[in-house]
Structure formats: C-alpha cells, structure tokens
C-alpha cells in the first residue's frame, strides 16, 4: 500500500505504540469483568479506577464525575438527552448551535419528537455564536445549554467561558462537546462552569470504543442505557476495559505532551496556510483566522467541485474531507457552511484539512505540491 498524507486528523488519529502495549494485556492476562469479585475482575477494576483518576484529573474533576462511553457520540447523547429527561420537570426548552456536531444535533431532534422545545442559536459568518443571542433565546423554562467548544469542521472556537459563567448565573446546566478541543487546550470544568463535557479517546492517539463523559457530583441524569449497575447506574454494560486502558495511555501521554503537540501545529498550519496561499485562484479560508482550533483548515476552492477534489486528492495519496466524518457516505452541503451563511459555490468547494502533530513539514510541502497539480488541472 502506498504511503498516504494523512490530512484528516479531525476524522480520527492513529494509535501510539505506548497505547497499543498498554491495552494487550486487558485482553490477555487481566482479561476479566471488571464487575466481578473475584481476582480477574479486580484487576480489571484496578486499571479502571487508575483511568478515571487520570481522566478526571485532565479536566480538573472529580473521579466519581467521570462517566466511560463508548466515544463521543454515546457522551451526547447522554448529556443531551439524559439531562433533558431527568430536568423535564422543571422545563421543556433546551438551547443548542446550528452547528454543533450530529450527536448533539440529533439528540435534540429526537428531543423534540418528545415534546420538548430546541433553540437552535444562529453564527455569525465566522461560525460563532453571540452572548446576545443567548441571552434572548434564554427562558425561564431553560434546563440545559450546549455549545461545542470549537467546530469541528472549520474550525472556530466558541466564548465557552463566557457562556458557562452566564449559564451559571442563570442556573441553567451547560454541556460542552469537547472532543476538537481536548487534544490541544487545557481543560477546567470548574472555570468553563460546565456542568457536562464530552471527551473521546480516538482523536487524542487513543482507540476508538472508548470516551468519557464528565458530569458534575450535584447534575441529576437520566440513564439512557438499562441493565446493569455500572458506572454508578448511569450507564448500564460491561465497559470495554481494553480502550479504557488505551484511552488512560493516551490521556497520560497528552497531559506531558500537550504543549509541544500545540506548538508543532501551529507550525504546520502557518506551513500549510502558506502554502495554500500560492495557490491561483487563491482558496478561501472558512471560519475564524484567529479565533480557531489550530489543526482544522477549511477552505473552498474556486471552481472545483469537493467531490472531485477529494477524489483527486485520494489519487494522488492526500487524505481530506468535506467535513463531518460522522456525515460520511455522501457529500452534502454542509449545516455549519450553511449556517455561516455562505454561498452556494463555496459551500460545494469546500474542503476540510486537519493536521496532526506526528506529521512532518516535508509531509506537508508533498501534499501542497500535489494540491497545486490537482488545481492547476482542474481548473484547465
């Protein structure tokens, strides 16, 4: 197989070595339910408690606040909608962005299925939403408030502490899907004033299966899966204790490394978007320049279909998206280009490239080159 330019980070990374060799053994020798009294079973137990010590301590949380999941989409989902159901009481009206990720978009489509009502706020044309806009669509039936941390498609990041400190002196609960964010920005519950946040393990180098939701001591919850008692009977089944294991791994590794990996893809990018830049026609960025995730670039190529560019660029070993990879199967136009209010043209020109650290600038000047080629004969 030929080498490819792996330019969609955002979609998933590839596992580490380090979390490889951790997993194995909870496949192996300490393969037992972690439910279980006996020796296997405390083993397995043993490992878990470590993780969610490690998780909790990278959000500046409690281990009892942290819920494993099986990724990203399963934390939503239970956040979205196990706060909606255990609050409904109270309230029926939930406020969320045009552009959040799927799994929250959903969950608040089924949600009003049920009978509950959803403000969908509106961006601005670089993908952020306003404070002002949030304070008119709050009501007094308002239970919950989710807003990712930053886009995963183009990009921006949101004024999380600012809506976090307004959501708490509303006393409404406030859910952050951090899954973009987690990997390059330190994060603390306690000053963002969440109530619940979304991590996942595969877009931190650990595997896929596994994510962590945390939820504050004193936030009620409705379980969303039934069965067993575990993960303090807020999430019925028997975890998958081999990711966890890898997850822990990962978390270990980025807490050292968070840093360095920030300031390499920053690098990478200000390579990147140099190089784009040579391009003619000049591509155009989508989303913030400087209110941004540092490993998402969006651009739109004047004149050339996404469909074909990233059919192209497959060919050519460049690896891209025209965003959402949880969207996958057909290309459409994007909800949060089309939120952002751009034109048509733009919108199916759009291409999403999102860097990793473990990338290397010759990498990236390979792939420019033939992003060049492809333009050049596109465009001819």
């Known amino acids: 197989m030929a080498m490819v330019i792996d330019l969609d980070h955002a979609a998933t990374t590839p596992v580490r070595p380090e979390v490889v060799e951790a997993m194995l053994p909870y496949y ?14 405390r083993q397995a137990r043993s490992m878990m408690d470590r993780a969610r010590d490690l998780v909790a301590t990278s959000l500046h949380a409690h281990p009892s606040e942290i819920i494993f999941t099986s990724g990203g989409t399963e934390a939503d989902n239970l956040a979205i909608v196990g706060t909606a159901m255990a609050l409904r009481e109270q309230g029926r009206h939930i406020i969320t962005t045009q552009i959040e990720h799927p799994a929250v978009l959903e969950a ?39 807003v990712m941390f930053g886009n995963n498609e183009v990009g921006t990041l949101q004024p999380i502490q600012a809506i976090g400190e307004l959501a708490a ?8 899907d951090a899954v973009q964010g987690y990997p390059y920005y330190p994060i603390d519950v306690e000053e963002l004033h969440a109530d619940l946040l979304t991590i996942s393990s595969h877009k931190i180098n650990g595997p896929k299966g596994a994510g962590a939701l945390y939820v504050r001591r004193t936030h009620p919850l409705y379980a969303r899966q039934l069965g067993g008692k575990q993960e303090r009977e807020r999430r019925a089944g028997t975890e998958n204790v081999g990711a966890i294991a890898g997850f822990a791994k990962a978390v270990e590794l980025l807490l050292t490394e968070r840093e360095e990996r920030f300031q390499k893809v920053i690098q990478l990018r200000k390579v990147f978007l140099e190089g784009l830049l040579k391009i003619k026609p000049v591509p155009l960025l989508n989303g ?23 059919m192209n660029l497959d060919l050519a070993g460049v690896a891209a998206s025209a965003g959402s990879a949880c ?14 209010g751009l034109d048509q043209q733009r919108m199916e020109n759009a291409i999403r490239f999102s860097l990793g650290y473990e990338l290397q600038v010759e990498e990236l000047q390979q792939a420019l080159l033939e992003i060049t080629k492809i333009v050049q004969r596109l465009q001819a």
């Not at 192996?28 to 079973?41: C, K, M, R, W």
């Not at 009978?115 to 308002?142: H, N, S, W």
């Not at 459409?332 to 939120?339: F, G, I, K, T």
Request: hydrophobic share 40%; aromatic share 10%; net charge negative.
């Open 28 to 41: 192996q020798q300490y393969y037992g339910n972690p439910s279980s009294l006996h020796q296997i079973g």
């Open 108 to 146: 608040a489509h089924f949600l009003e299925e049920w009978g509950f009502e959803v403000t969908f706020l509106p961006v601005d044309q670089y993908g952020r939403v306003t404070i002002a806009d949030l304070k008119a669509a709050l009501r007094p039936d308002t239970t919950l408030i989710s």
């Open 169 to 176: 002196e509303q006393g409404v609960a406030f859910h952050v």
């Open 288 to 310: 913030h320049e400087e209110e941004t995730l540092p490993h998402i670039i969006n651009v739109s190529f004047p004149g050339i279909q996404n469909e074909m560019m990233l």
């Open 327 to 340: 969207s996958a199967g057909s290309i459409e136009v994007s909800h949060v280009l089309q939120a952002m």
